[in-house]
């Protein structure tokens, strides 16, 4: 795993004033949250945005971001992987010709601008002199007023050749809360895209409905929800679900989190993809001292 930072990067870390999308808060919402995902995570990860994909088909349809163009945006993960034969991290206008990432995912593009998330496992990424490494490459569909405004590319290691976390891929069943419905799909198809098996609500209710309909391994719930606070929905659910790991997002810290009767992992906002996958490592450790 690449070493996290010790602060967060967002897009306010950036200059932006030479870029062909200018001032951050002018962004689209969807544009924004996938940029600061991408800049928070340790893993090397493209993202791409504008009203022009591949094949000159429209990704945003003309006239909903006025002014817009295409442009490919990489954390510095991607930059050092790179080299100095990409753009300066972060990128911000349209390249010449694909990233090697983009060109080495196939159909999966074409997939992914459809709406679909997709994963090519083992691909074989030539970043210049000869150079090749194999990835599993997973493009996550970025939302936009009703169409495909993006795609976010991530490079993980081969399945092959990649180290085996605390937790089996595809056995950890985790149950997202998240009423920012854009940060909920996001956090959803990144742990699909790393093997786990994700579903996501909104409403406490609709969470606990949930709950009684499917076996989850662990709750992953913001603290500030409707109707009911994320504490609330915990402490509910652990009572009828003792197996049940409980993780809370917040962007309070521990502040709302100092007295309660249970146990509980905690993640403060932003949170950075090693430290989700950190907390997740420890609720699969525990769950299997259970088992």
Not at 139 to 144: A, E, R, S, V, Y
Not at 175 to 202: T, W
Not at 217 to 222: A, E, K, N, V
């Amino acid at each position: 795993m690449l070493p996290s930072s010790k602060s967060a990067l967002t897009t306010s870390t950036y200059d932006w004033s030479t870029s062909a999308l200018g001032d951050p808060a002018g962004w689209p919402q969807p544009l924004r949250l996938a940029a600061d995902l991408m800049f928070n995570m340790p893993l090397p990860m493209l993202l791409q945005w504008g009203p022009a994909r591949p094949g000159g088909q429209p990704g945003v349809q003309p006239g909903e971001q006025r002014g817009a163009q295409a442009v490919v945006l990489c954390n510095e993960a991607y930059g050092q992987l790179a080299g100095p034969g990409f753009a300066r991290v972060p990128g911000g206008s349209a390249p010449a010709v694909l990233p090697p990432p983009i060109a080495a995912a196939g159909e999966a593009v074409a997939r992914a601008w459809r709406g679909e998330a997709a994963c090519v496992p083992a691909a074989a990424v030539h970043f210049g002199g000869g150079s090749q490494e194999r990835y599993d490459l997973h493009l996550t569909p970025i939302p936009f007023e009703g169409a495909v405004g993006g795609v976010l590319y991530a490079l993980a290691p081969a399945s092959a050749s990649a180290p085996q976390d605390t937790f089996e891929p595809g056995t950890l069943s985790i149950l997202v809360v998240e009423d920012n419905l854009d940060s909920q799909y996001l956090v959803c198809e990144m742990l699909k895209a790393f093997g786990y098996e994700a579903d996501g609500v909104a409403h406490p209710e609709d969470a606990l409905a949930h709950l009684a309909a499917n076996r989850y391994h662990i709750l992953f719930t913001d603290v500030s929800l409707p109707g009911m606070s994320g504490v609330d929905l915990a402490r509910q659910a652990i009572s009828t679900y003792p197996h049940l790991k409980v993780i809370f997002a917040s962007g309070y810290g521990d502040t709302l989190l100092r007295h309660l009767d249970f146990p509980y992992q905690s993640l403060q906002k932003p949170y950075e993809l090693d430290q989700l996958q950190h907390a997740l490592g420890q609720a699969a450790d525990q769950l299997r001292v259970q088992a």
